[in-house]
Nanobody, 126 residues
Framework: QVQLVESGGGLVQAGGSLRLSCAAS????????MGWFRQAPGKEREFVTF????????YYADFVKGRFTISRDNAKITVFLQMNSLTPEDTAVYYC???????????????????WGQGTQVTVSS
């Protein structure tokens, strides 16, 4: 069973930046497609971005294009989310997810993942 642990959340002013990390357990991390989702209070968990197992293919939700960047270091079994130009609307709990089953489909949907981290809180003040 893959375990995911997010870190790097916190409080930042609007216009600031944060870098989230998601450390994974397991020897086959390099074979997992990985994603980030977020959930604001009272809202559904929504897709933010994913990165394919090889790291060369990424996809972003429209609302983060040009501001957020996903990357991975397979040697360190970690995936990162660099968040720039943050706004109060980005306030949410951010979750890392892994497609440990290797299906490689529906990666913009929660159903595309079978392992989740516990989340890290990001709060952006105005």
């Amino acid at each position: 069973q893959v375990q995911l642990v997010e870190s790097g959340g916190g409080l930042v002013q609007a216009g600031g930046s944060l870098r989230l990390s998601c450390a994974a357990s397991g020897r086959t991390f390099s074979s997992y497609d990985m994603g980030w989702f977020r959930q604001a209070p009272g809202k559904e968990r929504e897709f933010v971005t994913f990165i394919r197992r090889g790291g060369g293919n990424t996809y972003y939700a429209d609302f983060v294009k040009g501001r957020f960047t996903i990357s991975r270091d397979n040697a360190k079994i970690t995936v990162f989310l660099q968040m720039n130009s943050l706004t109060p609307e980005d306030t949410a709990v951010y979750y890392c997810a892994a497609d440990a089953g290797g299906r490689g489909s529906r990666l913009s949907y929660k159903s595309g993942y079978d392992c989740w981290g516990q989340g890290t809180q990001v709060t952006v003040s105005s």
